[in-house]
């Protein structure tokens, strides 16, 4: 009774497919935008009325969800009463779709914090459906393997992409120029391309272990750069 989603259905598959984007949007928008200033700054507009858009998409998720049918006894459940109340018992439901979608945003209304992009981060909570869309799209396409490799690249360009914009962070916090680890002075300068090249290939270096950066001088920059050999060592590791 009622619409009802089937988990094994194309229209599943393709509703994965948007919150997805939805997802990968926040988890590589926000910290780019906390980290380069300029980035946020010069496309602000754009940046809040996706935000937005892709917020809707997370609500009607939910709906979505309370609506998509599962096997209980070897049965398939289509009742969306059932379904409903199943799904707003359940814990996803309650620490993390819930949590993802609280309006943070009120807090831009704080002036330390007007448009401090990382106060959206609990959109991240609704990560798992991302690996959701990849699971059963490997299930759905000829070619695994091929697949497999596009989300494994997917990842490693995310991995850097997230250590580039804490390395801006760090540089900012330290002081541009004031060592040798360090972005030059001139570089808070440099066009936004220019920046977050250096920064990613920087992160590039350090991540796959080849580490032919500049010594770090302090303490956290000690920190920061073993931290990053030990994730790249993971890595390969994992992929061996």
Same mark, same amino acid.
């Given at each position: 009774? &009622?619409?009802?989603?089937?988990?094994?259905?194309?229209?599943?598959? $393709?509703?994965?497919?948007?919150?997805?984007?939805?997802?990968?949007?926040?988890? =590589? *928008?926000?910290p780019a935008r906390f980290a380069i200033v300029v980035f946020?700054?010069?496309? +602000?507009?754009?940046?809040?009325?996706?935000?937005?858009?892709?917020? $809707?998409? /997370?609500?009607?998720?939910?709906?979505?969800?309370? +609506?998509? &049918?599962? $096997?209980?006894? @070897?049965?398939?459940?289509?009742?969306?009463?059932?379904?409903?109340?199943?799904?707003f018992s359940s814990q996803k439901f309650k620490y993390l779709?819930?949590?993802?979608?609280?309006?943070?945003? *009120?807090? /831009?209304?704080?002036?330390?914090?007007?448009?401090?992009? *990382?106060?959206?981060?609990?959109?991240?909570?609704?990560?798992?459906? !991302?690996?959701?869309?990849?699971?059963?799209? #490997?299930?759905?396409? +000829?070619?695994?393997?091929?697949? +497999? =490799?596009?989300? $494994?690249?997917?990842?490693?360009?995310? =991995?850097?992409?997230?250590?580039?914009?804490?390395?801006?962070? !760090?540089?900012?916090?330290? @002081?541009? @120029?004031?060592?040798?680890?360090?972005?030059?002075?001139?570089?808070?300068?440099?066009?936004?391309? =220019?920046?977050?090249?250096y920064c990613f290939y920087w992160s590039t270096l350090l991540?796959?272990?080849?580490?032919?950066?500049?010594?770090?001088?302090?303490?956290? #920059?000690? *920190?920061?750069?073993?931290?990053?050999?030990?994730? @790249?060592?993971?890595?390969?590791?994992?992929?061996?």
């Amino acid at each position: 009774t &009622g619409f009802v989603l089937d988990p094994h259905s194309t229209l599943y598959h $393709l509703w994965l497919c948007i919150i997805s984007v939805a997802i990968a949007y926040n988890v =590589m *928008i926000i910290p780019a935008r906390f980290a380069i200033v300029v980035f946020d700054h010069s496309y +602000r507009v754009i940046w809040i009325s996706l935000d937005y858009v892709f917020d $809707l998409i /997370y609500l009607i998720d939910l709906f979505f969800q309370s +609506r998509t &049918g599962y $096997l209980s006894h @070897g049965l398939f459940v289509q009742n969306h009463l059932v379904l409903s109340a199943n799904y707003f018992s359940s814990q996803k439901f309650k620490y993390l779709d819930i949590p993802s979608i609280f309006p943070t945003d *009120i807090l /831009y209304f704080i002036p330390k914090l007007r448009f401090v992009s *990382i106060i959206r981060c609990n959109r991240f909570l609704r990560i798992y459906r !991302l690996l959701q869309f990849r699971s059963l799209t #490997e299930t759905r396409i +000829r070619f695994q393997n091929a697949f +497999r =490799m596009f989300t $494994l690249i997917c990842l490693v360009i995310s =991995m850097i992409h997230w250590n580039s914009c804490a390395y801006l962070l !760090l540089c900012r916090y330290l @002081g541009f @120029g004031t060592d040798r680890w360090v972005l030059p002075a001139s570089a808070q300068f440099d066009t936004l391309p =220019m920046l977050y090249t250096y920064c990613f290939y920087w992160s590039t270096l350090l991540l796959s272990t080849i580490g032919d950066v500049p010594l770090p001088v302090k303490r956290i #920059e000690y *920190i920061f750069v073993l931290f990053d050999y030990m994730i @790249g060592i993971l890595l390969i590791l994992l992929n061996l």
